[in-house]
């Protein structure tokens, strides 16, 4: 049988009909098979797979639950609902609910796995003052990103790998309230399990490896996929020489970072001076 393809990075709900089509197979079911299990017709899922018909929300919950997805399709089903994300960006979630580890760098803002609903809601809230989104996609972004964080809540909990800039911590988003929260958050989440936060310094200077926010993902089987964005767009990298090349450089960029020791010391101080001056 001749299967219709879909490129995932085309739109928000080829990404889903491609996502939910890889899911079920990895699961070893065939669409009837699901069909049974979430009380929709094999010709539904059908039409899902090839982006014929949008689901809805309460099979993609389903879903999400009988092939033990970790909730990827329903981020993506807010994705399409609400046509809120940039091109690529949904394609990546959906590996990044299933990745065993995370290495992240980001260079200018905190990464939006380790942001406050408060922090997100500020960086959101300017980009509708700017005219970029409307109120309701800035409200359906900070929904899917805080619906993205929980896959920290898996068992067994993915490993988190994070560098930031201290350019991320030099801008007061929001100002000294949200900044004092987001602080505390990551004073918090650096001392739990398999969790490291690391800070870049200014002082690394020109030696500094990286130029654009990149995550490295450890899929099942030791997989491992990157992603990066432009202004425009996400990517999505497969390339297996591309990936462990961008690996190189963030291992350089972790040994000349502060250590975790530091970079909590340093959220504690910077933290204590919000507090001090409010």
């Known amino acids: ?5 879909l490129d995932p990075t085309s739109s928000p709900l080829a990404a889903l009909a491609v996502q939910l089509r890889r899911s079920r197979e990895a699961a070893g079911l065939t ?4 069909g049974l299990l979430v009380g929709y017709s094999n010709t539904y899922i059908s039409n899902t797979e090839t982006a014929k018909e949008p689901p809805s929300l309460t099979f993609v919950q389903r879903a999400d639950h009988h092939l033990n997805t970790g909730g990827s399709l329903e981020l993506l089903w807010w994705s ?9 960006f949904p394609e990546y979630v959906a590996h990044e609910a299933n990745a065993t580890a995370l290495r992240i760098f980001q260079p200018r803002i905190i990464p939006g796995l380790l942001q ?22 800035a409200d359906a972004r900070v ?18 790998r994070t560098i930031m800039d201290e350019t991320c911590l030099d801008r007061p988003i929001g100002g000294p309230d949200v900044m004092i929260r987001q602080l505390r958050h990551l004073e918090d989440v650096a001392q739990q399990p398999k969790t490291t936060i690391q800070i870049a310094l200014h002082s690394i200077a020109e030696a ?13 089987g030791r997989v491992m996929l990157g992603y990066t964005e ?31 020791a530091a970079s909590l010391t340093m959220f504690r101080r910077l933290r204590e001076d919000f507090e001090h001056a409010s």
Request: no cysteine; charged share 25%.
């Open 143 to 160: 929904r899917f990103l805080l619906d993205r964080q929980r896959i920290f809540a898996k068992t067994p909990r993915p490993t988190l």
């Open 1 to 5: 049988m001749n299967r219709r393809t």
């Open 230 to 260: 432009g202004l425009q767009r996400g990517y999505l990298e497969r390339d297996s020489e591309t990936v462990a090349s961008w690996a190189e450089d963030y291992d350089q960029l972790q040994a000349e970072a502060q250590s975790p």
């Open 208 to 220: 500094h490896p990286l130029s654009h926010p990149v995550t490295l993902l450890t899929m099942p």
């Open 31 to 34: 669409q009837v098979g699901l």
């Open 80 to 88: 399409w609902k609400n046509g809120s994300l940039i091109p690529g």
């Open 116 to 137: 406050t609903a408060e922090y997100a809601t500020a960086m959101e809230t300017a980009n509708v003052r700017r005219g970029k989104i409307s109120q309701s996609q």
